[in-house]
């Protein structure tokens, strides 16, 4: 009974004791303020996101050559994404195409070949169906056509390829050149003011940085694209180029 008693009178003065210290700690102004300041200095850093910060540079980067930048990632960023869904629909399963010309050869003839070219999409079907087309006037004939039009298909994939390529060179140039634009307005400020005042330089060359900044970023961007359709075609045409040997050799082997 003893022991409760001594362990309830120790809760009771460690419970006082704890709110008399908080009561202290609120009451003393310096502690508050310091509490409040560190308080208003954390909230800006949690409140300013990424997409502010992106806005808030390019806003100084000047909306002239910055807007030309951002309308070169915009085109780039289009032609990219037809390009790669463009693609995509354009690979097909060439062993199961060519396993199933060989089979529709052997059972319904040309035409049947012809008619499971039709019902295929992508270009290798489209070679295929070219070849079998010409199969009539010889192997020989069947092979140029395959060739023929399989540098058509190649075009086909390779379109508007090259403005990808144009805005990747494009855009960091255009941001060394606001940097040089901006540089000398720099300098401007210094001649009219007369003194080499260290805020002048300083303004006028991160605002002049901003621009390379941003079409160097902007190249990046569409270089990793650039890289992964040019790997997407060069797949797709060594498929073609295949499949194409292939059904020459199923095309000889049927005439005999």
């Not at 309308?71 to 199961?96: P, V």
């Not at 319904?108 to 079907?125: D, I, Y």
């Not at 605002?207 to 997407?232: D, E, H, P, R, S």
């Amino acid at each position: 009974m003893k022991k409760l008693f001594v362990t309830l009178v120790m809760s009771m003065f460690m419970v006082s004791f704890t709110a008399n210290a908080n009561t202290t700690n609120l009451n003393n102004p310096t502690i508050s303020s310091i509490v409040q300041e560190e308080e208003q200095a954390d909230a800006p850093a949690e409140s300013a996101s990424f997409t502010q910060e992106l806005k808030k540079r390019f806003i100084e980067g000047g909306p002239g050559f910055m807007g030309i930048v951002l309308i070169c990632l915009i085109l780039g960023l289009a032609i990219a994404i037809e390009r790669i869904i463009f693609l995509n629909l354009a690979s097909t399963n060439t062993k199961k195409l060519t396993d199933g010309v060989e089979e529709a050869l052997s059972s319904g003839g040309v035409e049947a070949a012809k008619e499971l070219c039709r019902n295929t999409k992508g270009p290798v079907a489209s070679i295929f169906y070219q070849g079998l087309d010409r199969v009539d006037e010889g192997v020989e004939s069947a092979e140029k056509a395959v060739v023929a039009y399989g540098g058509v298909q190649m075009g086909q994939l390779e379109k508007n390829v090259s403005w990808i390529s144009l805005f990747i060179a494009l855009a960091p140039m255009l941001g060394f050149m606001g940097t040089v634009i901006g540089m000398i307005q720099a300098f401007d400020k210094i001649e009219a003011a007369g003194d080499m005042q260290p805020s002048l330089v300083a303004g006028g060359i991160k605002v002049a940085l901003l621009t390379t900044v941003f079409g160097l970023v902007v190249a990046i961007i569409l270089q990793i694209f650039y890289n992964y359709i040019v790997a997407k075609i060069d797949g797709i045409v060594n498929d073609m180029e295949d499949a194409s040997i292939t059904l020459v050799d199923i095309l000889v082997a049927h005439k005999k």
